[in-house]
């Protein structure tokens, strides 16, 4: 790997070319290493659980490659793809939202670039064609214009929203056969989606447990309307989703008919701490009093590479533990019975995210496990009563430590 500088601005750092396809590389492995933990984790879960992460994580790496696609031969005066390295080591939310504002306006900007095959065509005899010495940087300009229009074509044509992951990404919605999830009168459904966090820069991924009514139409049904004002309303809640997780949980609930969320869970993804991240030639970049300024020495210590990583995550649970019929109400209203979810009122934590439950995990190299002892520790208190999960760099398997 070449010792060019990834950044200066701590922030929101743009990243050359180079620099971004190592990042990609970098990202892969961290992916495939938390999508084989959740597939061995969660293999005997009736959630699906495993498998929509394992989804979220390639729909994300996907991601990634197109803002590469995007950016690869763009103009000098176009911006170029940032990382936040201040909160998470992921990509700038406003390079996710972009992603947004292009599907929208894909329709009207692919009719104005000329056929693909047209542009391959003009490149062949640009490479072809052997230019005077006056002509030599004009040349050579028009062969980047024409590549920059190949890959915005085609970065243009890659959007999807079942294929990368947006500000909002919707996705499957389950029917769950167990009775261990169904209730009298009642069928049940598992639902998840994935957001990215404008404030903290990181990917969320959110899973569902409701049921409804069984003299309703089924929620899954094909063509079913009340589906699509389904989605209308998860996105309207999910996109200015609180840091607490109850506050979701009542909005859900006070949103739908006859539908009852009993559980939703989240797993908030990051920070990202990885030496190639933050290393100049001459110094590492960080913030004063940052986890990345305490944990990167160690990455020396063990004699780690420059592309290791600790990836920390944290998964948030609330859950309904009962149901009660709202008071006072009108004779002409439509009872609806509400969600009353647990919160532990004697547990700061559980208290500032309202969860029922929160666990966290750090993936790492096994040899910094190694290397982390007590007195390491003492400066890590967000390794306190973490889960560590170790892997080897070159295997697939995710060993949970304790």
Request: aromatic share 10%; proline share 7%; hydrophobic share 40%.
């Amino acid at each position: 790997m070449d010792t060019k500088p990834m950044a200066t601005n701590l922030d929101d750092c743009a990243v050359d070319q180079p620099r971004y396809r190592d990042y990609l590389r970098l990202l892969e492995r961290v992916l495939r290493h938390f999508g084989k933990y959740y597939l061995d984790a969660e293999r005997d879960a009736r959630t699906r659980e495993e498998e929509s992460t394992s989804l979220y994580a390639i729909k994300f790496l996907a991601t990634i490659r197109a803002f590469r696609l995007k950016h690869l031969y763009s103009p000098m005066y176009l911006a170029q793809p940032r990382i936040d390295l201040a909160d998470s080591g992921f990509p700038s939310a406003y390079d996710i939202s972009l992603l947004n504002a292009d599907l929208a306006t894909k329709g009207e900007r692919l009719p104005k670039f000329p056929p693909i095959e047209a542009l391959q065509e003009a490149l062949l005899d640009n490479l072809m064609a052997v230019p005077s010495e006056e002509d030599e940087a004009k040349h050579e300009e028009k062969r980047r214009n024409l590549l920059w229009q190949i890959s915005e074509r085609a970065y243009l044509e890659s959007l999807d929203l079942k294929a990368q992951f947006f500000q909002f990404t919707p996705g499957k919605l389950f029917e769950i056969p167990s009775d261990e999830f169904a209730e009298e009168g009642r069928r049940a459904y598992v639902f998840s989606w994935g957001c990215y966090d404008v404030e903290t820069n990181r990917p969320c991924v959110y899973f569902m447990i409701m049921t409804q009514d069984r003299g309703e139409r089924p929620l899954h049904e094909e063509n079913n309307p009340e589906y699509a004002m389904f989605l209308e309303t998860i996105q309207a809640i999910a996109t200015r989703a609180p840091t607490n997780l109850r506050a979701i949980a009542v909005r859900l609930d006070e949103s739908f008919g006859p539908l009852y969320p009993k559980m939703l869970k989240r797993i908030c993804v990051g920070p990202l701490i990885s030496p190639m991240l933050h290393q100049t030639v001459e110094t590492i970049s960080t913030h004063k009093g940052s986890i990345e300024e305490r944990l990167l020495p160690l990455f020396d210590r063990a004699e780690l590479k420059s592309d290791d990583f600790v990836l920390l995550f944290r998964t948030e649970v609330v859950h309904s533990i009962r149901e009660e019929m709202p008071h006072h109400l009108l004779p002409f209203n439509r009872p609806k019975v509400r969600q009353i979810f647990h919160v532990p009122k004697n547990d700061h934590e559980l208290l500032k995210r309202g969860a029922s439950a929160v666990a966290h995990y750090a993936l790492l190299p096994h040899a910094l496990r190694q290397h982390l002892g007590d007195e390491d520790l003492k400066h890590l208190p967000e390794f306190s009563g973490i889960e560590y999960l170790t892997c080897q760099p070159e295997e697939e398997e995710v060993i949970n430590v304790g």
